[in-house]
């Protein structure tokens, strides 16, 4: 049985956030004027453009559009595009930001967080380190995060984390997995059927269900049976060499989702375009925690065929945006093909363009969370996921391109609304609904317990990772 600490009576503090008001199915919002980039070939994008909204969905994008009693938000000056999609998150871990800045192997990260802190989460730490995260990616414009929550260490650290996604306002995929270390409640994956039924039964709420596992023919079997994607960090050669033996069972499909995919041969990259599983690439934490070549294999997804979506993993060593994420996939990509062009390599690639990168970190993102038909692009239909960015802030003006504004300078200040499921999050540059206090409170509190639980002493200057009394 789990530990005695999981479960302190200690409230889980709610109210961070004010409570989210229903999307009212009539209203109207229109965006007026502004720079379209809708990341749809068959919409297009539009200079001076508009974006209808009506309800949750996106009405219509185009020119001169008017709407009678609409509520007009005025984009001149702006770039609109659709909300960002981060395809891999840690979210349980906010409050441990840069709590490890240098961690240099993969076994650093863990123990400076699994085999440590993370053993002392109780379910309110989950809520506060997933609200976190959440609001911190909204206000950088992500709109939808898939929330790989592998410290789910009793039903209700599950719920907590759940409560935590939901009163953020943020679309994500909910995908628990066991805690790596420590004493927990070993209701899962059984729990997952329970998750189901009690707290996702509507296919039209912002949160959805999937599983963290790694390969295990009874989880995944439990995940399939219940209808849902199965999340799994696959990296190195010797969880290649599983792939063969997976595609002859039938094994792989769409349905999985695999994450750094590095290390890995031109077989094995072959596999997984032949069996559709679902590719997320991670170039800042493959490079910070070494992991195999240390180079994001953004380049062999795109060389086999497959379109990668990339994501932020781990804040406990950087920052939570997917502007700076989009930026480092971008160079390293030309860096490698420069590289390999410099030494004679007649078959180096071309360099990726900036458009290809907002696609991985846009439309290929919903692709691989099963959320395609609902958001990555701004379509009329799907659900108005929509980020406004101030174009004529001082270190953006003048915007020459707009797609490389985005790409290549933008950052989370220039992040001026963000509209989820119609419902706007974010508006003249401030989260709505927050009390910033309440939140520096509980995540202080938060803070203080696990570090003092895991005999941890904070040091605002240490150049190592955590070390444990």
């Not at 503090?13 to 070939?41: E, F, N, Y």
């Not at 599950?158 to 420590?182: N, T």
């Not at 220039?414 to 989820?420: A, K, P, R």
């Not at 419902?423 to 509980?442: F, N």
Request: aromatic content about 6%; hydrophobic content about 40%.
């Amino acid at each position: 049985m789990h530990h005695a600490s999981h479960t302190s009576p200690k409230p889980i503090p709610r109210g961070i956030v004010a409570p989210l008001a229903a999307v009212a199915p009539a209203r109207r919002i229109l965006i007026q004027g502004g720079t379209v980039i809708s990341m749809d070939a068959a919409v297009g994008d539009f200079d001076g453009g508009d974006v209808l909204i009506e309800g949750a969905r996106i009405l219509a994008v185009g020119h001169g559009l008017s709407a009678h009693g609409a509520e007009v938000i005025d984009a001149r000056g702006m770039i609109v595009i659709p909300g960002l999609v981060d395809a891999h998150r840690h979210a349980w871990e906010g409050q441990l930001r840069r709590i490890a800045p240098n961690s240099p192997t993969l076994l650093d990260y863990l123990q400076s967080t699994h085999f440590s802190f993370a053993t002392h989460y109780r379910p309110g730490d989950m809520y506060v380190g997933n609200l976190l995260s959440a609001l911190g990616a909204l206000d950088a414009g992500i709109t939808t995060m898939v929330d790989n929550s592998h410290n789910a260490r009793s039903a209700a650290h599950s719920d907590a984390s759940i409560d935590a996604l939901q009163d953020a306002g943020i679309r994500a995929v909910y995908a628990p997995g066991a805690p790596l270390a420590g004493d927990w409640a070993q209701h899962w994956p059984a729990d997952l059927a329970r998750l189901q039924q009690q707290r996702f039964g509507s296919s039209e709420q912002l949160v959805s269900l999937a599983m963290m596992s790694q390969w295990d023919r009874e989880n995944w079997a439990v995940g399939r049976q219940l209808g849902l994607r199965i999340i799994t960090e696959f990296l190195g050669k010797e969880m290649g060499d599983l792939l063969p033996g997976l595609q002859a069972e039938g094994l792989l499909g769409p349905d999985n989702i695999f994450n750094h995919c590095t290390g890995l041969s031109d077989e094995h990259w072959a596999i997984l375009r032949a069996t559709g599983v679902q590719v997320d690439v991670c170039p800042r934490s493959d490079a910070q925690y070494g992991l195999e070549e240390g180079l994001t294999p953004y380049q062999h997804a795109i060389d086999h065929g497959i379109a990668p979506a990339i994501s932020v993993d781990a804040e406990a060593s950087y920052g939570g945006d997917m502007f700076t994420e989009m930026r480092v996939v971008y160079f390293l990509q030309r860096a490698q093909a420069q590289n390999r062009r410099f030494h004679g390599d007649p078959a180096a690639p071309l360099p990726v363009s900036a458009r290809a990168v907002l696609e991985s970190a846009t439309i290929n993102g919903a692709r691989l969370a099963g959320l395609a038909d609902k958001t990555g692009s701004l379509t009329p239909g799907k659900q108005a996921d929509v980020v406004l960015i101030r174009a004529d802030d001082l270190n953006l003006y003048p915007s020459n391109n707009a797609i490389g504004t985005v790409v290549h300078a933008a950052d989370r200040s220039n992040v001026d609304t963000v509209i989820v499921g119609g419902r706007i999050r974010k508006a003249g540059g401030k989260l709505l609904g927050l009390d910033m206090p309440a939140l520096r409170a509980a995540t202080e509190a938060s803070r203080a317990y696990l570090f003092r639980q895991a005999g941890y002493t904070p040091d605002q200057f240490a150049e190592q990772s955590p070390k444990f009394a």
